[in-house]
């Protein structure tokens, strides 16, 4: 059984639209300063993930990419007037 400890914090928001985190909440989830934290949001709520620095999650998602196989034969080769699919390709990193 795992036990939920709930806190709340009111933070004030300057004219840039900053917040900080109070030093309690980030020594527990260990963010450190010049650390990266994901912020989602999901209808009218949103969440602060620290799971992990965002090259990270970038690196999975390239992996991902990476494995996703297009039969072009299947679904026609298409040119773009704005940009190839070759260029595209180059600049997602999942070149052959």
Do not use: C, F, T
Request: proline residues 1%.
């Amino acid at each position: 059984m795992e036990v939920v400890i709930k806190m709340e914090y009111v933070l004030k928001v300057d004219r840039q639209g900053r917040v900080v985190l109070p030093v309690e909440l980030r020594r527990e989830l260990g963010v450190k300063n010049g650390g990266s934290i994901i912020i989602k949001k999901k209808n009218n709520r949103i969440y602060i993930d620290v799971g992990g620095e965002i090259g990270e999650e970038v690196k999975r998602w390239k992996k991902k990419i990476k494995g996703i196989k297009i039969d072009v034969e299947k679904i026609g080769r298409v040119e773009s007037k704005w940009v190839s699919e070759d260029w595209s390709r180059k600049k997602l990193g999942i070149q052959a």
